[in-house]
């Protein structure tokens, strides 16, 4: 069956509906109540029962610079600076117009969603993520992507949105001007439906849950533990692709370098940042861990067995706590914990002398606020001490971060450079602001672009349907 379907003027649809949104995440909810504030009705097409997605799988941390939430706890931050982070850590190869985009409109975002629909957001202050200058990770009270999700679900029922799930999006039909007429969606019982609609966003996020996808354009990450949303097959690719789209950065993903094996539980970074280290099998670190645990997935899968150990100690795991999945990782017996090195070397089964050289060079580094052979820096505060904790680790995809090209209203381009008349993509069905590779992922990107670009669309979708 073809992705896309040229429709004749005539073209029959069983419904009409001004504004069609496909996928219920991040992105798919705030550009439904953006609609919504805006006079437009949406119908959001969702094919699982509830709407989860990758956003319901993420630690829902989204980061946004200049909120009243940084100013109460006396941080100075401002979206020229966050701009400049994403730029860094992009390589200077994202969009510019669109990390402008997204870096002013991210604390407006918060304050939105804090304010209108009572999101207890606040601003993770103990500890920071890689590549951020300033701390503006902006979270729930559970540190949980299902409470974001839930609470943007509860929000869109209490505005009467309507979310028609278990309905799989099939097909589009566009009219030979490039302009979106409608959708096909298939339901679990094998009927179909066509719903035409006046401008449609693409919310499906990327290529994450399609395993030729990812082999054909991120080869380093095939066959790779996949801990995103199965759904997210890469419709909306396919969809652009056949369309004549323009498609960017296909190579680009979120990955993680700190999943625990084999009970498939993220461990946070925070063990990392707050002065843990990763050493392989042979007990030895192999690179700068704080470049990033994106970079870092595909680091630990070039170790022997594609495995690592996160190494921290109870302070850390202290902080660590306030994450549920890493009480879910001690529930689970993941964390192993010894009172020496040595000891703990031998409940890992790895070379304790190899290890203990590691462990120790580190220590007398964070005592001498200095530099290891990596480049990595250390501080006295991250000093460690008994008990010791480690967890066996590897390297997961989590979400594609190539995709569809747009505008700066969220319009997705054509290959000729134009923007196609009434197609949206926000969140990950829209290439992100992380360049080409997964080295250029600032966490965060994710759900940065997924909020703040759902609510942009959803914006620009009503204005001009209301014209
Ligand atoms: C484990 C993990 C941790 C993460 N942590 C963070 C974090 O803390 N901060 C951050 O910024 N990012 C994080 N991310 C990334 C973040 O989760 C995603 O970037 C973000 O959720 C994308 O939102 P979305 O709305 O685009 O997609 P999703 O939330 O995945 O929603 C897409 C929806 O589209 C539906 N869909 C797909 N195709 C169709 C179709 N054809 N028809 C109908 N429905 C369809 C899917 O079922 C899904 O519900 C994390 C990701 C993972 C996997």
Redesign the pocket.
């Known amino acids: 069956m073809s992705a896309v379907v040229v429709a004749a003027a005539k073209e029959k649809f069983e419904t009409q509906v001004p504004l069609v949104i ?8 705030c550009a439904a109540l953006a609609a919504k504030e805006a006079g437009i009705d949406a119908v959001v ?4 029962d509830i ?13 946004a610079a200049g909120t009243r939430f940084q100013h109460e706890k006396g941080i100075v931050d401002s979206p020229r600076v966050f701009a400049a982070d994403i730029q860094r850590k992009a390589k200077d190869e994202a969009d510019p117009v669109i990390v402008e985009v997204v870096a002013a409109r991210a604390g407006p975002l918060i304050e939105w969603l804090a304010d209108r629909y009572a999101l207890p957001f606040d601003v993770v202050d103990n500890f920071n993520y890689p590549g951020h200058s300033a701390m503006r ?1 902006h ?1 729930l009270p559970s540190r949980t ?1 299902r409470e974001l ?1 839930d609470r943007l679900r509860s929000a869109a029922e209490a505005n009467d949105i309507v979310i028609l799930a278990k ?4 097909r589009l039909f566009a009219d030979s001007e490039s302009r979106i007429r409608g959708v096909e ?1 298939a339901r679990r019982d094998g009927s179909c439906e066509r719903i035409g609609c006046e401008a449609m966003i693409l ?4 290529f ?1 849950g399609n395993p030729e996808l990812v082999r054909r354009n991120i080869p380093e990450m095939a066959g790779a533990l996949y ?3 199965p ?3 890469g ?2 690719v396919i969809w652009g692709d056949a369309l004549g789209a323009q498609l960017s950065h296909l190579g680009a993903y ?1 990955g ?1 370098g700190s999943i625990a094996t084999p009970h498939n539980i ?1 461990i946070t970074w925070a063990t990392i940042m707050q002065g843990g280290i990763q050493i392989n099998g042979e007990g030895r670190r192999f690179c700068d861990e704080t470049n990033g645990y994106s970079e870092q997935a595909a680091e630990v899968l070039r170790q022997p067995e594609a495995f690592a150990w996160t190494v921290f100690d109870a302070r850390i795991a202290g902080v660590a706590r306030q994450f549920d999945d890493f009480q879910k990782a001690e529930s689970a017996g993941a964390i192993l914990t010894a009172n020496t090195i040595g000891e703990l070397a031998g409940a890992m089964r790895v070379p304790a002398t190899a290890f203990e050289a590691e462990w120790n060079d580190v220590e007398n580094l964070k005592l001498a606020d200095g530099q290891d052979r990596y480049g990595r820096n250390f501080a006295a505060e991250q000093a460690c001490t008994p008990p010791f904790h480690a967890v066996k680790v590897t390297g ?1 995809l ?2 594609t971060q190539g995709g569809l090209a747009i505008d700066s209203k969220g319009r997705v381009r054509r290959k000729d450079g134009k923007s196609f008349p009434n197609l949206f993509a ?4 829209a290439v ?1 602001v992380s360049g080409s590779t997964a080295a250029g992922y600032l ?8 909020t703040v670009l ?1 609510r942009l669309t959803g914006e620009t979708a009503a204005a001009q349907i209301q014209r």
């Open positions: 496909i996928g219920a995440g991040a992105a798919g909810l097409v969702e094919r699982d709407p989860s997605g990758s956003t319901a799988l993420s630690a829902g941390l989204i980061p990770m979270g992507g999700i309905n799989a999006a099939q969606v919310a499906c996020n990327g994450g801990f995103g949303h759904g997210n097959q419709d909306a979120q993680h993220l997961a989590f979400h926000a969140g990950g069905a992100g966490s965060g990107n994710g759900l940065l672009t997924a759902g």
